[in-house]
Every structure is written in C-alpha cells, then in structure tokens.
C-alpha cells in the first residue's frame, strides 16, 4: 500500500499570514495520462471533508485562489496565501492512484 | 444540485451486522464510480471501498475484506454497505463518495455506526 505522510500535523497562523502544508507519498503518484493523482481535502469543524484541490494543482469549484497546490512525483506542498478564519480545519492529502486510496494523517489548522 | 444522503446508521452488537444506505441525487448516478470512506471518532480518514459505475467490480480495504459488500441500484439511485461480523474497530461515521475528477468530489455527511455491547 501507498503510505502517506502529513507535516506539521497542526498549525497555528495569524490571519493574513501563509501557511503550507507538506505531503509526501510513498510512491509517484504521476499517471501515464501527465497528471498526478494527488488531492487536498478540508474537514471544517463539524462537517465532512470538502475537496479543495485535484489533480496536484488545480482548484475545486468555489475554492478561493488563496489555496494553491504544487510538486511532483512523491512530494507535494498545499499553500494557503493569506489564511482566514474560515480556513480553520483539518486538512488531508490523498492518493487515487492505487487503491487501497490512503490519506495522510491530516493537518490541523487553528487561528492565532 | 449534487447530494448524497446516508442512512441506516446506528448501534450494534460485536458481531452483528447492519446495512446503511446513500440516497443520490442531483447528477445520474450510474455514470460515476461510488466509495465509502470511513472516520473513527476523533480520527482520519479511511477509504473502505468502492463499485464501478455497473456495479461489475468492487475492492475493499484489507481491513474489511471478507465482512463488508458494497452494492449498488441504479434504478434507485442508491449505494449500499452491508456489513457483517461487525467488530469495535468498526465504529465510525460512514461517509459515502461520489468518484468524481479522479477521486471523490462530493461527501455526504455521514451516518455513524457504533459497534458496542
């Protein structure tokens, strides 16, 4: 199975402030097809997860442009530009390359 | 609108067995591949399972091989998780998947199983 490994697993930032989030992978996760099979996932306070980014990179629908998703083969990195309040939560990266699909431990992001 | 609601969540015996359910609606559900994943309370996320569009293949995770089928209905628009010999480690919140861009695009909000005597 392909492991993945979150750093930090928490996170306090003032508000306007970046953030990022680390995820490696045990295995590329970099498809025939040129994409990479790489997701970021938010679970805010009380709700279940919300996809934020696919496919390494790019942005879900309704996903402000503060959240950018970047790197390649095992190592990824989720930024956030200028976090908001509304951005506190647990944050998981995910393989869909294989299955079993495994998360990352997930990251927890509080407010300043 | 994309939803998916579960059902049939609840308590039960260690060794038991229960069956809940995702009602979907908003997009035609015998298009896209479906996924449970599951939460153990104040814990990450598992990936259970999954059944391609036809319902023709399913895989599970290793730690319910053999005790959990997935299934689903076309005609009715809804995804199943059967789940026999229920053990404590079982107790979590459900959550079913639609397998969208790659992955899981929309989350339901779950149903949780609680697996005690």
């Known amino acids: 199975d392909i492991v993945v490994t979150q750093t930090p697993l928490s996170l306090s930032v003032t508000p306007g402030q970046p953030a990022s989030i680390s995820c490696k992978s045990t295995?590329?996760?970099?498809?025939?097809?040129?994409?990479?099979?790489l997701y970021w996932y938010l679970q805010k306070p009380g709700q279940a997860p919300q996809l934020l980014i696919y496919?390494?990179?790019r942005r879900f629908s309704g996903v402000p442009d503060r959240f950018s998703g970047s790197g390649s083969g095992t190592d990824f990195t989720l930024k956030i530009s200028r976090v908001e309040a509304e951005d506190v939560g647990v944050y998981y990266c995910?393989?869909?390359?294989?299955?079993?699909?495994?998360f990352g431990q997930g990251t927890k992001l509080e407010i300043k | 609108e994309v939803e998916l609601v579960e059902s049939g969540g609840g308590l039960v015996q260690p060794g038991g067995s229960l069956r809940v359910s995702c009602a979907a609606s908003?997009?035609?559900?015998?298009?896209?591949?479906m996924h449970w994943v599951r939460q153990a309370p104040g814990k990450g996320l598992e990936w259970v399972s999954h059944?391609?569009?036809?319902?023709?293949?399913?895989n599970y995770a290793d730690s319910v091989k053999g005790r959990f089928t997935i299934s689903r209905d076309n005609a009715k628009n809804t995804l199943f998780l059967q789940m026999n010999s229920l053990r404590a480690e079982d107790t979590a919140v459900y959550y079913c998947?639609?397998?969208?861009?790659?992955?899981?695009?929309?989350w339901g909000q779950g149903t949780l199983v609680t697996v005690s005597s």
């Open positions: 059944i391609k569009p036809d319902g023709t293949i399913t």
């Open positions: 908003g997009f035609t559900f015998s298009d896209f591949w």
């Open positions: 496919e390494l990179s």
């Open positions: 995910t393989q869909h390359i294989q299955a079993p699909y495994t």
């Open positions: 998947l639609r397998g969208g861009l790659g992955a899981f695009d929309y």
């Open positions: 295995q590329s996760l970099l498809k025939s097809d040129g994409k990479t099979s």
